[in-house]
């Protein structure tokens, strides 16, 4: 029937209205900035720069493969990569961004940045009150600015973040394993190029 989702809309708009008046749950206003609803977990304004350890900067999981840049639509990424490697927050050298900047003033919050990237480096922030005097260098976002711990990536995101968290742990673990594997032949090899060429000059003995 033509017009049921309009009388359907109106009579939840009846509803609410009477019923707030005799029942809390029905208030579907609050007195900002005094009160605040907590954002949803899956609610997502503009991107940030997830870092691990207690240091941003050593600690950008952010590799400057520009993959964001070349995928964002609106062309509001801009990434410069440091031609020399950097020690991670764990000491091991790292490609890092020399310049990462994001103009949110044109970004579109469409998320292709955070599908694209293959290390969990940029994900999306809940933090909506960015206002600014300067609608131009204001709301240009550079590395130090977008950069933020993966503690608070869990805080606004927990299940998600806690999904990333695992795969990059049994990652970590099966490259130990890779490595471990790896040494181990190399050292069979070794030994057996070594017991070789005693057997050899024995022979020749």
């Known amino acids: 029937m033509l017009g049921t989702g309009i009388i359907k809309g109106m009579a939840q708009t009846a509803k609410n209205f009477v019923g707030s008046y005799r029942d809390e749950q029905y208030l579907t206003t609050v007195q900002y900035p005094e009160q605040r609803i907590p954002a949803k977990e899956n609610n997502r304004n503009f991107p940030f720069l997830v870092f691990d350890g207690e240091e941003a900067m050593p600690g950008l999981r952010c590799v400057a493969c520009q993959i964001c840049e070349k995928e964002c639509p609106p062309q509001c ?34 998320q292709i940045c955070v599908e694209v990237c293959p290390f969990d480096a940029i994900k999306m922030d809940t933090e909506f009150e960015l206002s600014q005097t300067d609608r131009f260098g204001g709301l240009l976002l550079d590395k130090h600015q977008l950069a933020k711990s993966n503690t608070y990536y869990r805080e606004i995101h927990p299940t998600e973040a806690a999904a990333i968290d695992q795969t990059r742990e049994e990652d970590v673990k099966k490259a130990a394993a890779k490595a471990a594997a790896k040494a181990k032949a190399d050292a069979e090899k070794a030994a057996a190029k070594e017991s070789s060429s005693e057997t050899g000059g024995s022979e020749a003995t």
């Open 77 to 110: 990424i801009y990434i410069e990569k440091d031609k020399n490697k950097k020690p991670d927050y764990v000491g091991k050298a790292q490609v890092q961004p020399l310049v990462f900047d994001i103009d949110i003033s044109v970004c579109m919050s469409c």
